[in-house]
């Protein structure tokens, strides 16, 4: 008996394809049942942006386009399945850069129309949640995150601690009042002339040096569930232009440990906080800084609370993500018509 629609019929498999264009990686895949990877293709431009420093929107649109066909046939041809096989197409909807969503958007819109399949408009932070679904080939334990939960999703463009009820219930409990996470470190990165992408970059400099070699603040933000990244930001700002004014080397692995271990911090003290005041069973850690160690350490390192965190390969951009958080929109009866538009700046609550 099916008592829930996320209770899936287990003789009835449903195969969604997924396609996420939102900034710069074109990537498609094709996940089974919301778990199981059938495929996971990405089609990574950080080497045409490294020379920018940064993402180039209207370069990212360009690149997308080049490739969108080709990395959708190889999601299906990984997968070993055909187009009409495919239950439902979901795409990612927002939030966004506009020119690379309506690269997959139009891709998503073509296939559902040319094979009157079924088309799924997909929040992008929604699927960096989901991803802590996914059930990796290679991790045999593998437990289901249990609600209520608590979730930190922290990228390039959002630092979001949510609380979830249930599944596709949320409640936005903070978030960051100026830069995101995953951007401090990107800039940060370019104070300290290291490479994009800056939280890899930090992360290996970190590595390196003494995260304790300078003390940096923690806007601690009494009373709230918000981040605070900027004044982090400013300090490093200050210090790398006082140790400049004295000549000589940059101590920069001392530095990216030491603003690593401030920003790890911050996360780490209100996740745990919103999950005891919530009275959450446990916590769910996604988005691009997920991948970073010393976070993942800092989480799991304790008793107190079950973490999941998505193994390394699914933290940063990926469309498996997006197709397991649209099996559960696909199980909730979401249907969306080709008139959709892209949503650039779409809250998750
Ligand atoms: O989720 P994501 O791939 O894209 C967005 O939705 O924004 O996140 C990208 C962000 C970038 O800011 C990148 O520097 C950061 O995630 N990131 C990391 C690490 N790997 C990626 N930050 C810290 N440590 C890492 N290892
Ligand atoms: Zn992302």
């Not at 940064?54 to 360009?62: C, D």
Request: proline share 5%.
């Amino acid at each position: 008996m099916i008592d829930s629609p996320f209770e899936k019929a287990s003789s009835q498999s449903v195969r969604i394809l997924g396609i996420e264009t939102s900034c710069d990686e074109t990537a498609t895949a094709v996940v089974e049942n919301g778990q199981k990877i059938l495929s996971n293709v990405v089609a990574s431009q950080i080497d045409v942006h490294a020379q920018y420093g940064g993402v180039f929107p209207e370069v990212a649109s360009r690149e997308h386009v080049k490739v969108i066909y080709a990395v959708v046939d190889q999601a299906l041809k990984q997968a070993h399945i055909e187009l009409s096989e495919i239950d439902a197409i979901a795409v990612t909807r927002g939030p966004g850069l506009a020119g690379s969503l309506v690269v997959g958007m139009n891709m998503a819109k073509g296939l559902a129309l040319g094979a009157n399949i079924p088309l799924l408009g997909i929040n992008h932070l929604e699927g960096h949640l989901y991803s802590a679904w996914i059930k990796p080939d290679d991790i045999e334990k593998y437990e289901e995150p249990l609600f209520p939960l608590v979730a930190l999703i922290v990228s390039g463009g959002h630092s979001l601690l949510m609380l979830m009820e249930s599944h596709l219930k949320y409640q936005r409990l903070g978030s960051t009042l100026d830069d995101a996470a995953g951007e401090a470190f990107d800039k940060v990165a370019r104070l300290l002339n290291l490479p994009y992408p800056g939280g890899p970059s930090i992360q290996k400099a970190a590595d390196l040096g003494n995260p304790y070699a300078y003390t940096f603040p923690r806007a601690r933000l009494e009373g709230t569930w918000n981040f605070s990244f900027s004044g982090l930001k400013t300090a490093v700002l200050r210090t790398v232009k006082e140790l400049g004014s004295h000549g000589g080397d940059l101590p920069v692995n001392n530095l990216a440990a030491s603003f690593q271990t401030a920003v790890v911090d911050a996360l780490v003290t209100k996740t745990f906080e919103a999950a005891e005041q919530f009275h959450a069973r446990d916590i769910v850690v996604a988005g691009g800084v997920s991948a970073n160690r010393a976070l993942r350490k800092a989480f799991t390192d304790q008793k107190r609370f079950v973490v999941h965190i998505p193994p390394f390969s699914l933290c940063t951009d990926n469309a498996v993500m997006i197709a397991t958080a649209g099996y559960y929109r696909y199980q909730s009866g979401q249907r969306d018509g080709l008139e959709m538009d892209v949503y650039p700046n779409w809250p998750l609550s």
